[in-house]
């Protein structure tokens, strides 16, 4: 790679330094010039433009539209019959140059006019009839322009050249209100050639040309009705009117033979035309080229005059530099006795003193740092020692922390020993009680069923011979009544089986064994022992229980005893909100717990729904958290929620969620998956 030294980098740096600021300015200036030039030529054609469109309006306002509505308000006044009227009308357009057709015109139906007063300029007619010409189709305005001229709520039709006579006319309308009489209209022809004669009169460049569009982009005044819609400036004009907006604009297009011109758009106020002014932009710019090229030559010359003296300038300034970078690698060195060797009183002067300063005042620095790095070694030796001691302590600290760790969770478990010790027993004593019905149903029948045996056997003891057709029947009544004893031994006897299987399932505890097991029949089983154990508690209590389980058999991966926990943990707290609320509502409420179970595919759910009171807001982000409870103090630990959700989630990797709306229901939603 090209390298450059000191000196040389220097003297190109200064060169830079002066072209930059050089070649800016100019840039600037340049196009500062470029633009200003621009701005003038395009306010030139602006103001043509301008000027020429607001001459074609005074034409249209005073010579066509004032002298019309002075005749209107004549054939508006009461004080004039319909034959002064008629006279008024052919008075008027004697003096009137450039109308040549004046026609009072009646709606008498919708789209149907009738013309009650005509007059014409006998000037126009005999030049009409010179030529052989149609006059009524000339003067008279058909009746489809009229329909169209007011359907477009408009007050002048399109011109309209006439050959023969080299002559442009349009129609003009005015409405007029005459009292009593239908709905009227004041239809005037006007000759345009005396506008057509301002607009071409109007001065312009030589390659210039003055162009009236349109709405519909076509030139006026053209006798080919040339369609310029292709050219950009038409475009930007017409858009313009049909917005309905006036702002004048220039704009730069190119020409379907390859020629660059610009044109100026401006709009007379009262006619819906565009006024354009163009001139070729070769010639409309041709100053700025010329400006441009003497302006570039002067740039020229400046810069040459700034390189040559930044060149003289850099080697004023290279020679004690060299000298100074000298010193500079001496310092660096580790020489800090340096001598630049320039003593004269400028800039340069001023930074090689400085220079000779900063060496010495290295020394001392350097002096100063080998001092406080001693001192720093031994202020090092003495923090390890501190860190040593620090963290010794630390230590003892995290010893004790894990003990109270360990002392938390052995009194955590102890808790929960002891809700699951207190829950059994609440079971157990449901249990035993119920284990009593059963058993007195045993009991009894088996007397009953003995006593009908002995009297079977009395009676079947006899002599055959002796047994009538009614002690027959007797006998048949006694061994049916002690077929049903028996069956319903059996049935309370299975009964307490089923009491005594479960209970004896809670109080083995959790093994975490999971075991397929079918839904249904265990929420069945487990709702059925949960039941049967409240209503012992309270028989004067009583809820609807509803099972609506799923179709067919729900198999699941589970841990019986585990489950059957969580299933009377939330039983047992909706049974508790359901009292609550019907103690408050009275007889009105009934009580009902909903129970659900779906088949989910890869998974199953359970639903615990009841019509409790619900659950507070405030209190669902806390429900599962340990120790949280609303019950009052000693009738609830705050165990029993916060051990259901350990047991779905933690054990089984299922979800346990609640949906619950104030006062009106809770319902638990369990998922496990089946494997």
Known sequence: MFRLNWHNKLISFAVVIAIIPIAISSYNMINSTKDELKSSTNYELMMTAGQLAQEVNTFYANRWTAPLLMIRSGL??????????AAFLSAGIKNLDDIVSLALVFEVNSGEYSTAIATQKESFVQKLQERALDQPAILTPSKAELRELRQG???????RYLAEIDTWLATLLLPVHITGAPSAILVAQVDMNGMRTRVQSQPISRNGRILVIGENGKEIFDTGARDLTGLKVVQDATQMLQSNSRAQGVTSYTMSTGERRVGCYAFPQDLRWAIIAEIDEKEAYSAVGTMLNQLLWWVLLGMAIAVTGALIFSRQISKPILRMSKAAEEISSGQFDVRVGYSARDEIGVLGGALENMGRSLKENFEKIENQKNELAEYSKGLEVKVDQRTAELKEK???????????????????????????????????????NPLNFINNFAILSAE????LDGELGKPAVTIAPEEKDNIADILASLKGNLAKISDHGKRADRIVHSMLQHSRGNVGELQETDLNSFIDECVTFTWDSMRAKDPTFGVSIRREFAATACPVQ????????????????????????????????????????????????????DNGPGIPKKHLDKIFEPFFTTKPTGEGTGLGLSLSHDIIVGMHKGELRVETADGEFTEFIIQLPKN
């Open 76 to 85: 508006e006044s009461e004080d004039l019959g319909a034959e002064e009227k």
């Open 452 to 455: 009908l045996l002995d009297e």
């Open 153 to 159: 709520q408009r007050t002048m039709g399109a011109p």
């Open 398 to 436: 995290n010893i004790t922390l894990e003990s109270t760790l360990q002392k938390l969770k052995d009194t955590q478990e102890q808790l929960i020993v002891n809700e699951k010790l207190a829950s059994l027993g609440s079971l157990t004593s449901g249990i035993a009680h119920e284990i009593k």
């Open 558 to 609: 589970l841990n019986p005893s585990s489950m059957s926990q969580v299933v009377l943990n939330i039983i047992n707290n909706a049974v508790y909100a359901m009292k609550a609320k019907k103690a408050a509502a009275g007889e009105g409420y009934q009580p009902e717990l909903r129970i659900t179970t779906r088949d989910l595919g890869d998974k199953v759910e359970l639903r615990l729904r």
